[in-house]
């Protein structure tokens, strides 16, 4: 990836005139309080999954380095840009992936020990429940919202609701027993969902993919060998066409 496609996208945007980014963040700002978001954007930006950039360990730099292990290219590529200092947003943007689907590249990396686990409760609880680690409950226990007592005492509830046919979604149960807000589960799901979708900030400038050198030198012998049957099938055709022609001449 030689192109930072969000540094790209955001050069052009700063560099519309100021009553045009005026429009915009205005826009925007109804936006984020639509979706119940705006407070925790301006109080909590460190605390964004999106924004965070993951930090290699010493066995991650070596694993990157060596590739021992033989793991999927998009689990390299996202070492080698949080190497590079990238952070989710870009790192997903970069590989053309889905902020969830670089949730669970980055869940993985933390539990094989290749990267740091975040300072903020809030970016592990993130990126875990977008990955689908965690459930709605293990979600908010893990960023502290609510205490293990708590979340217990809830699927307990559910469970009661359960057993007399009034099932009720766990997030709608915290909200009745007054742990969280409704406006942080609306604002949870729609978050949840937006991290399915891939996103292109232009179609002229995604990244094509790229091989890197091993998985090139593993399909390289794999056509050297194919070229060797090849060779040898020819071979064995010429020798039985031989041997018919022979048997005919007879």
Not at 94 to 106: G, M, P
Not at 173 to 197: H, M, N, P, Q
Not at 227 to 241: G, H, S
Request: proline content about 2%; aromatic content about 12%.
């Amino acid at each position: 990836m030689k192109k930072n496609l969000f540094e790209l996208f955001m050069g052009k945007l700063l560099a519309y005139p100021l009553w045009v980014k005026q429009a915009v963040y205005y826009r925007l700002f109804l936006n984020m309080q639509e979706n119940y978001c705006e407070r925790f954007i301006i109080k909590n930006s460190d605390g964004i999954f999106a924004l965070y950039v993951p930090t290699l360990t010493f066995s991650g730099k070596t694993e990157l380095w060596e590739r021992k292990c033989g793991m999927d290219t998009n689990i390299y590529n996202f070492l080698r840009l949080a190497g590079e200092g990238y952070n989710i947003l870009e790192i997903s943007l970069n590989t053309f992936l889905s902020i969830e689907e670089t949730a669970k590249h980055f869940i993985f990396c933390l539990e094989q020990g290749y990267i740091e686990k975040p300072e903020k409760d809030e970016v592990y609880a993130m990126g875990g429940f977008i990955a689908g680690k965690f459930r709605t409950g293990e979600y908010y226990l893990q960023n502290g919202s609510i205490t293990i007592d708590q979340l217990d005492i809830a699927v307990m509830t559910q469970r009661r609701l359960d057993d007399r046919m009034e099932h009720k979604l766990f997030g709608k149960i915290l909200v009745e027993l007054g742990y969280i807000t409704d406006k942080s589960v609306k604002t949870l799901f729609t978050l949840k969902a937006d991290a399915k979708r891939r996103f292109i900030l232009n179609y002229d400038i995604v990244p094509k993919s790229e091989l890197v050198q091993s998985d090139k030198e593993m399909l390289e012998a794999k056509i050297h060998l194919l070229e060797n049957e090849n060779d040898a099938l020819k071979r064995k055709m010429v020798q039985l066409l031989h041997l018919v022609r022979k048997q005919d001449d007879e």
